[in-house]
């Protein structure tokens, strides 16, 4: 053979990296452009990132409790893994609140079957796995391995929705979800999207702010842990433990056999839903229904904080979404850290720093179970709502330009938290309960 020419040998790029961070694991992923993770290390970064974002903020006391909404998709449940972690004996930094589940199930729809739809993790190369591993969508994978979009968070909306299911396969779903929180051994509640139809008027309000729930100040939260390291230490001396889950907590009725609701009521939210003429407005109502039933539900169980799974990708997304849905005045309230609009019940979005890549990667790694269920649809192949419009235009561009989604997040993080106020219950929407921007200023 004749001598071997510079074209001839191997692309630097063919070889394995070393990890960025120990520099010397292999290389398992690539977060960004510049900057490899081995399994590892890539761990550590995740937890740290979620602690972090906790430490820095100070909004949750020691000892308080916590509800964590969860949908069974991949931020969510990823978020669930890092409240287990961080409560385990062996975290270095505890945690130190009590935390329940709370999952808003959905019903079925009398429409046609859903059309395929972009994923917000559009494709992402992973090891080999086969079609037979628990929970392992059945077109989980392409020719090439690539996870597709049964892997991702729906589409349309990333927690609950109304999905075309026969009774077998909700009752199917429902059981999964429940195994899913039996299994993380926190409290959990199962709350039927039928319940809205029972909320009190109360819920149309903001309730009486509870001390904490407003921001704390430095002082404030450091007195606060250090009452709780003392009344842990008391407790310990006397040989009781600290108050955790309460019976209130316990679901009800017998485990693996859960009741769905009266058929009527189902009937009676179908009409409702029906009469949205568009599936923009059916996704904006669904979406309020859910915030309802997680926030009455946090007030009746004694909750003053409530996490949410939203992905950095989500909250760019849904930052363009309620620009073009005329919420621009509510942007930080809707896409930052903490909303407060609710009064008593605080949210807390804990996984906002992180990418739909990220927490994709992070699930298949470390075997976190997810539940995906089908997304709110639509008969239209094209343009079916602003919402599923903007999510194709904005994952189009990070596509091409893979700074896209971090370059909105950042923008978003630039906006005033403070919205415009309400005086009186004429200058507060009635529904998402944000003051009315309606000052004419010059």
Do not use: W
Request: glycine share 8%; hydrophobic share 35%; aromatic share 6%.
């Amino acid at each position: 053979p004749g001598p071997t020419v510079p074209g001839d040998r191997p692309c630097p790029r063919s070889h394995p990296r070393t990890c960025m961070k120990c520099g010397q694991g292999t290389a398992a992923l690539v977060i960004r452009v510049g900057d490899p993770f081995c399994r590892g290390c890539f761990r550590e970064y995740f937890v740290h990132k979620f602690r972090a974002m906790l430490g820095k903020n100070r909004v949750i006391f020691p000892g308080e409790k916590v509800l964590l909404a969860v949908s069974g998709g991949p931020a969510s449940s990823a978020m669930v893994r890092q409240v287990q972690e961080g409560l385990s004996r062996e975290a270095a930094k505890r945690l130190r609140f009590v935390p329940s589940l709370v999952y808003v199930e959905a019903f079925p729809t009398p429409l046609p079957a859903p059309l395929p739809t972009p994923s917000i993790v559009s494709t992402y190369h992973l090891p080999q796995r086969g079609h037979g591993t628990p929970g392992c969508p059945p077109n989980c994978r392409d020719g090439a391995g690539n996870v597709t979009a049964a892997l991702a968070p729906p589409p349309c909306l990333p927690e609950g929705a109304v999905r075309r299911q026969s009774l077998e396969q909700r009752e199917q779903t429902l059981a999964r979800m429940e195994t899913l929180m039996k299994a993380t051994g926190f409290p959990y509640h199962l709350i039927h999207l039928e319940e809205a139809l029972e909320l009190p008027p109360s819920i149309l309000q903001p309730g009486p702010e509870r001390s904490g729930t407003s921001g704390p100040s430095a002082a404030s939260y450091k007195e606060a842990v250090d009452s709780f390291i003392q009344q842990q230490r008391q407790d310990r001396d006397s040989g009781t433990s600290v108050p955790g889950r309460s019976s209130q907590d316990t679901p009800a009725g017998p485990p693996g056999s859960p009741r769905l609701p009266d058929a009527a009521q189902t009937r009676e939210l179908l009409r409702i839903f029906e009469a949205a003429g568009t599936a923009t407005a059916r996704e904006e109502l669904l979406q309020t229904l859910r915030t309802h039933l997680v926030v009455q539900t946090a007030r009746s169980r004694g909750y003053t904080k409530v996490m949410t799974g939203e992905s950095l990708t989500r909250v760019a997304v849904k930052l363009l979404t309620n620009l073009s849905l005329g919420r621009g005045a509510f942007l930080a309230v809707d896409t930052g850290f903490t909303d407060q609009r609710h009064g008593d019940v605080m949210v807390v979005r804990p996984m906002r720093d992180y990418t739909a890549k990220e927490i994709a990667f992070y699930n298949h790694f470390f075997g976190v179970p997810t539940v995906i269920v089908p997304p709110l649809f639509t008969k239209r192949r094209e343009k079916p709502s602003i919402h599923l419009l903007v999510e194709r235009f904005l994952l189009g561009l990070q596509e091409e330009f893979p700074s896209t989604v971090s370059t909105v997040y950042r923008t978003g993080e630039k906006l005033s938290p403070e919205p415009a106020k309400a005086s009186s219950e004429s200058q507060r929407c009635l529904l998402c309960l944000c003051g009315l921007d309606i000052d004419g200023g010059e």
